[in-house]
């Protein structure tokens, strides 16, 4: 009996859209695609649960027939591919026909479409490729479709995509688009939530690349190259430009790829310019005879082959590695990243406590003794003297003007001021109610053993040895100190004020200037009526931010000023996220300041972990 059977057509399509809908990306890409093809210029995406529950897309193309309404999700039915023979000179983003016959095999699919000439739209559903229902409808000319319960068939998938990295790499890929394709206007954003993005039709490249990524044009090169039938334009980061991670974006023939060959290849022309831990931003529409290319290599159309690949890499990577050369030359150091305070430093000798403990204790705190205790030097105690930091002597200096005092972190000196808004009440009772207490134990009774890293240090609590992440911890902790010190921060004078023109558009600057006394009222973020930064919180005495002013005031803008609660919020996650730890030589003093202040949550649990004890050390080593 023959054990080889043909499989029916329900398993064929469910084995088909496994893969060419692997996750809601993918998805997004074909459907934002097809309404490129369509020729919209304006595109509305709406994503829930990172377009697990719902994935809305709305164009205004050029709509679908009515009579194509029947055979639009069946597979392999395409308008934009008649032979194999017009594969040579493809022009448009699909052709294989099966996007939306695998969508509609894995989710609850609704297109609403309307033609120009039509005299009413029509709304329908499918289910496995077949249309179930077609309605008549009012509608704009073009088409919305909506997908629903992605997977609802697929369990094990389903359970595997977590929605906010799902929405991550859904936005990172229509960011992409919407840096190329100019004349379009692009937005995408949670359903209830403001737009993550939104280009509009009229805005230059350069310009969707400063809204979209936050480049600047002086942190950007042009490339030009238009030889034989190689034309290549795009802009590329120049050796002032500082990133924590690479960003590369490919376009063949308008079509978003993955060229790992010349990705690699980029990385080590950067390789001679940046620092170590820097990394550069590339962007690079390259225009090819599409005889040339072989579009047809796997369902997501991410893959090409190009004949003369090496060749046209490498004429690339010269040309880039020869503008480099050029504006390395230029090279110019403005202060943008750190905002060095001047401050008065007390030398007063304060009582040393010597820590008792049980016989098993084998540490004891790191300022017990110090090697300057047997030497016979006097000093005197009152002198104060200014600290200058040699990290950038071309930085803008700045005071901090303690102008409330009180025994916190915040170090206020006058009446402090009592906050009785509902909303912040409700965040700080969040804080108390998500509280580790044995978590907070760690930090109220630690002994600082040393840093790892620039992140990670080590600290002994009784008998067990703990590694922190200080970054992350620094971050809730800065979060902690503002909800708790609302209204009543000190203020850190900016010697010279920044220009946030420099760092921002006018369009993202625009609710910050409009909410600006309430930002100086609450946050002691002072922002004239020239658009300048003056003054930033102290949130603890001696210690200045160290991160990317740029992105401080990009997050700003985010914030969504519509709502108080979460106004609050999201202006104190920025700001924490702007004053978190950055480098071991502010470990011990932000571990004092833990010690009364923090009130661990709940969310930093992965942030503390149990290294060894003393107990298990005994056992290894027969002695303690």
Known sequence: MSRIKKLDID??????????????????????????????????????????????????GSGINESDLELVC????TSKLKSIDDLGTIGTFGFRGEALASISTVSQL?????????????????????????????????TLIAVQDLFYNMPTRRKSIKPNESYQSLLSMVQKYSIHKQGVSISCRKHDKPADVNTQSMSSRLDNLRHVFGLLPNHLVEIYINENDLKVTGYFSNTEY?????????????????LPDLKKSLEQVYGFFLMKGTHPFVYLALDLDPKTIDVNVHPSKQQVYFLHSQEIIKQICQEI???????????SFAPEKHIQPRMEVSHDKQP?????????????????????????????PSKTHTIKSLHNPLQPEAEYDHSLKRTSSIGAEDEWIQVELTSVQELLQELLDHQKPHLTDIFREHVFVGPINDNLALVQHQTKLYSLDLEVISEQFFYQIILRGFSNFGRLHLQHPLRLLDYADTFRLKPLIEKRL???????????????LKTLPVLMKTYQPDQDIQEFVLGLSRCDYTNEKQCFKDISKCIASFYR???????????????QEILCQQDMEDSIVLLTTTQQLYKIFERC
């Open 321 to 331: 590695q020869k503008q480099l050369n050029s504006t390395q030359d230029q090279r």
């Open 518 to 532: 309430m930002l100086e009222e609450y946050f002691s973020i002072s922002i004239d009526e020239n658009c300048c």
């Open 110 to 142: 609704t297109i609403t479409t309307k033609q120009q000439s039509s005299p009413c739209a029509f709304k329908c559903s499918y289910s496995n490729t077949k249309l179930v229902s077609k309605t008549p409808c009012a509608g704009n000319t073009g």
């Open 74 to 77: 069946e597979r392999f039915t």
């Open 11 to 60: 398993t064929i399509n469910k084995i088909a859209a496994g893969e060419i809908i692997s996750k809601p990306t993918n998805m997004a890409k074909e459907l934002l695609e097809n309404a490129l093809d369509a020729g919209a210029t304006q595109i509305q995406i709406i994503v829930k649960d990172g377009g697990m529950k719902l994935f809305s897309i709305q164009d205004n």
């Open 242 to 258: 500082q990133s924590k991670k690479s960003q590369f974006v490919f376009f063949i023939n308008n079509r978003l790829v993955e």
């Open 352 to 380: 040393k406590k010597i820590l008792s403990g049980s016989s098993n204790k084998i540490r004891t705190d790191y300022k017990v003794q110090k090697l300057d205790s047997f030497f016979s030097q006097k000093s005197s």
């Open 581 to 595: 730890l950055s480098s071991q030589k502010s470990f011990g003093p932000f571990l004092d300041y833990t010690r």
